[in-house]
């Protein structure tokens, strides 16, 4: 299973919600991340987690709160979300995380629209 | 600091035409470099990578030489196809945990 498989595959939201991604691996891999990626545009680092462990937060706004349940689990929770937050929100996991060429695995996305 | 410098797009091509993506980085430290491919509504891809100077990455039909002197990355492809219609990204890596992405470059071959 070489897959990073997310739920759901597209969410209307509104600013007043709480949703959460879901995002799930089964390669044991021991790093996971969070990017967004508005339309037309590279990926944007959100959050990284290593062993479980939240590694690096690229200045994310608290309205998105990630959650590293297991190995194989990553959530982001949203709550009081604005229009600008509406993209594609990709997870992604890595055997490690120290390696300079590890191979990201990424997920097809959440598709999200926040109105 | 670190940062990928695509050539714009977007591109159209013929199929069997032949493909060059620029892909210039600027870096401190010793990079890995990479291409990411993402097709239409689906995620990223590791098309190829290259981890040192004068390595060659090569995958389905693509290849990207590693060039230390010229810091560039740029990806070829001699015979494009339909399947090939894609958003191609360059990407680098020092010692964290951060992708540095390029801007993306959409390639869109017609048949």
């Known amino acids: 299973d070489t897959e990073v ?5 597209h969410l209307v939201m509104g600013m007043t919600n709480k949703k959460s991604l879901k995002c799930e691996q089964h390669m044991g891999h021991r790093a996971m991340y969070w990017y967004k990626q508005k339309a037309k545009k ?16 690229e200045s994310v ?3 998105f709160s990630p959650e590293c349940p297991n190995s194989s689990l990553l959530n982001l929770h949203l709550h009081a979300l604005q229009p600008e937050d509406s993209a594609l929100y990709l997870c992604a996991s890595s055997q490690g995380a120290g390696a300079t060429n590890e191979k990201l695995f990424f997920g097809s996305g959440t598709q999200l629209s926040v109105l | 600091g ?14 069997e035409a032949f493909l060059t993506i620029n ?8 990079p890995s470099l990479f291409w990411y491919v ?3 509504g689906e995620g990223l891809q590791l098309l190829l990578k290259a981890t040192k100077a004068d390595d060659k990455g090569s995958n ?3 290849e990207a030489t590693y060039r230390k002197e010229t ?11 339909v399947s090939d219609s894609a958003v191609y990204f360059c990407a680098l890596r020092v010692n964290d945990y951060k992708l540095s992405f390029g801007a993306g470059t959409t390639v869109t071959v017609r048949a």
């Open chain 1, 61 to 63: 706004p608290s309205r």
């Open chain 2, 23 to 30: 892909c210039t980085y600027t870096a401190t430290g010793y």
């Open chain 1, 42 to 57: 590279p990926p944007e680092l959100m959050f990284v987690y290593s062993y479980e462990k939240l590694s690096i937060n």
């Open chain 2, 60 to 62: 389905k039909g693509f």
């Open chain 2, 71 to 81: 810091t560039s990355f740029h990806l070829e492809k001699g015979s494009v196809q």
């Open chain 1, 5 to 9: 498989t997310q739920t759901p595959k």
């Open chain 2, 2 to 15: 670190n940062s990928v410098t695509q050539m714009e797009g977007p591109v159209t091509l013929s199929e």
């Open chain 2, 38 to 40: 993402q097709y239409p």
